[in-house]
């Protein structure tokens, strides 16, 4: 590789991956002069790469030193300094600090090294700029819902092509029953990224509780402007989720803007999930309430608040609505707990009875 195929190189790998020539013109500099100094022991050499030729050239230099340097008389090093008074018999306009240049470029052996440098430094420099990119792209998608589409499938993984990079998108992590082709689009919900040497490694779900939070946000444009509020999300993936929501403004009906007209809004959503059921239900500052909500479709509940600090209630449900509270195995309970974060114990009225809890009901 001459002077001019290497400009020419530097210029491409300019255009296409947006490094500067200087970046590269200084790593090769750095990583020639590295090359040169353990084939020689030299510790005063340079290498100068020329910017209009592409012209490589190595050199000696002599640093200037005051005439006396050392306070303790230790001298000067003759190996690698100078004195003012014998530099400026050389050049008169040198002052301490400054070089004196003696060209040492080897011939054809450092041609070779030169040459070989040059590969490794523009693959090494095209490899940064990539990762940089890709980081810059997507470095920042941790929690984002992105399209994707299945380029490959192993025994536990599909591999999605996200644009710049891949995501690993773990079969465990598809919702249960659903069936992914190849080469389909695919929504998907970024869990992890993580920049290491080797790359960008980024991580997929789609039973993530995320996923369903971020797709009511891409659906439902009131949750996108802020005029409804996605409190939480419970989600037992291919089952039930529970998405909890309210709003400040007393006009907007929060859990009918995120049903939609004719149910189109939650249609689309439920489409995504494959058959999951998604239980839309209305927040309330007083946990009481909300507990309540969050155990639907069970009705007629009592709660009691144990212990708030410790967020313990206690819901009493008569014999109709037990069992829709509890769910299938334990399914609605543990939903309505995880949305509400408090912990909830489900008796019939029996139970609380025999327990010396008694609800006196309302007149």
């Known amino acids: 590789m001459n002077g001019k195929e290497f400009l020419k190189a530097v210029e491409t790998v300019e255009k296409e991956k947006g490094i500067q020539r200087q970046i590269i013109f200084d790593a090769m500099e750095n990583a020639l002069m590295a090359a040169y100094k353990r084939s020689t022991g030299s510790p005063n050499s340079k290498v100068i790469i020329d910017p209009s030729t592409g012209e490589i050239k190595v050199y000696s230099y002599l640093t200037v030193v005051e005439d006396d340097k050392d306070e303790d008389g230790d001298g000067i090093d003759l190996d690698v300094e100078i004195s003012l008074t014998e ?11 400054d070089t004196i240049d003696t060209e040492i470029t080897p011939k054809e052996e450092f041609g070779r090294v030169a040459t070989s440098t040059a590969k490794q430094v523009l693959i090494q420099k095209i490899r940064e700029a990539e990762r940089n990119s890709i980081m810059a792209e997507l470095g920042d998608k941790q929690d984002e819902l992105l399209i994707g589409t299945v380029e490959l499938e192993d025994t ?16 465990k992590e598809c919702i249960p029953g659903e069936k992914i ?126 212990d708030p600090k410790k967020q313990e209630a206690l819901v009493v449900a008569d014999s109709d609505n037990f069992s829709l509270a509890i769910g299938k195995k334990g399914s609605n309970a543990r939903l309505a707990s995880r949305l509400t974060k408090y912990k909830i114990d489900i008796k019939t009225v029996e139970q609380a009875s025999e327990a010396g809890i008694n609800f006196r009901e309302e007149e």
């Open 87 to 97: 530099a400026r018999k050389i050049n008169p306009s040198l002052n301490v600090g």
């Open 181 to 306: 082709t190849m080469n389909s689009q695919i929504k998907v919900y970024v869990s992890k990224v993580d920049a290491n040497s080797k790359g960008l490694f980024i991580l997929l779900s789609r039973t993530h509780y995320g996923f369903l939070k971020r797709l009511f946000e891409l659906e439902i444009p009131e949750i996108n402007d802020g005029s409804v509020i996605l409190y939480s999300v419970a989600r037992d993936a291919g089952n039930r989720s529970k998405v909890a929501v309210y709003s400040e403004n007393s006009r907007i009906d929060p859990i009918g803007a995120c049903i939609g007209e004719r149910g189109t809004r939650i249609e689309r959503i439920l489409e995504e999930l494959h058959g999951e059921k998604v239980d839309i239900i209305k927040y309330d500052k007083d946990p009481a309430v909300f507990i309540e909500n969050a155990l639907s479709p069970a009705k007629n509940l009592k709660v009691l608040i144990m």
């Open 156 to 171: 536990d993984n599909y591999y999605i092509n996200l644009g710049r990079s891949n995501g690993i998108l773990p079969k």
